[in-house]
């Protein structure tokens, strides 16, 4: 592991950082005539990030949905989601999706993944609603790294109105969650979509983030070849191999909906 790389890939200005996505955020309420924004809090750091940049300057303007699914959403974790909203002052609602899944489920075929990304997609949907009825902006939470690897799901929390870190990369939203005062538990906790029980990212990708975020950045920034980003980072050229697979195989996930005809 390069650990240069690793250092150039953490060092940021996050006061800077902080600052441009404020503005942007009140920017694009101003120009939508939006009310303010909304967003699905999770207790882990992606959405923690977001909900502490809100409670800046736009504590007011600014909804939280807690969702979990009783049946598989670990408790701490739904804890750390109030913990934070009680202690930042945001407003809340609190929505167990379980009865919601249940009752698709009365009328679709079982399978364990489509059941995971269904989950994704109600608490979109639930977003929406309150979007809808309060004039509120969704934010996603997206993070560079997720993006590049299609590590959303499409439609689900791959949907929003407004997407605030997908430019930094896991590594940079950890440090930037130590700059904005997130609680330590929730930044050192392994990340998890939570869509089916004991589901960690890291572990479904193959790689911890130090090393997907490193080969992401000498892909994007350095515009490395994988042979290169192999040699400099001083890891297996087939791992490199596979986060690229995992790019090139999430496209259609970057991708506006596909037509047969050009405009």
Wanted: proline share 3%; aromatic share 8%.
């Amino acid at each position: 592991m390069n650990q240069e790389i690793l250092i150039e890939i953490k060092q940021q200005n996050y006061a800077s950082i902080t600052n441009q996505i404020e503005k942007f955020l009140l920017e694009q309420i101003e120009k939508n005539k939006s009310v303010g924004l909304i967003l699905g809090l999770s207790g882990g750091i992606d959405s923690a990030v977001l909900a502490y940049l809100c409670k800046r300057n736009l504590k007011e303007k600014t909804m939280v949905i807690i969702m979990p699914d009783a049946e598989i959403t670990p408790e701490n974790e739904t804890d750390d989601a109030l913990k934070i909203v009680e202690l930042i002052g945001l407003q809340y609602k609190l929505i167990d999706i379980k009865p919601i899944v249940d009752e698709y489920l009365k009328y679709l075929e079982p399978s364990d993944r489509a059941k995971g990304n269904l989950r994704a997609r109600i608490r979109t949907n639930i977003l929406y609603y309150y979007a809808n009825t309060k004039n509120l902006l969704v934010l996603g939470s997206s993070d560079k790294s997720e993006y590049l690897l299609g590590y959303f799901t499409k439609y689900g929390d791959g949907a929003s109105d407004l997407t605030p870190i997908i430019s930094l990369y896991k590594l940079q939203v950890r440090e930037f969650a130590k700059f904005l005062g997130v609680p330590k538990n929730v930044i050192e906790k392994k990340s998890s979509p939570h869509l089916w029980k004991g589901h960690e990212a890291e572990k479904e990708l193959g790689s911890t983030y130090e090393v997907i975020d490193s080969i992401l950045y000498c892909f994007f920034e350095k515009k490395l070849t994988i042979s290169e980003t192999s040699s400099i980072l001083n890891i297996e050229k087939s791992t490199v191999e596979h986060i690229h697979q995992l790019y090139l195989n999430s496209e259609h996930k970057r991708s506006s909906q596909q037509k047969p005809f050009d405009d």
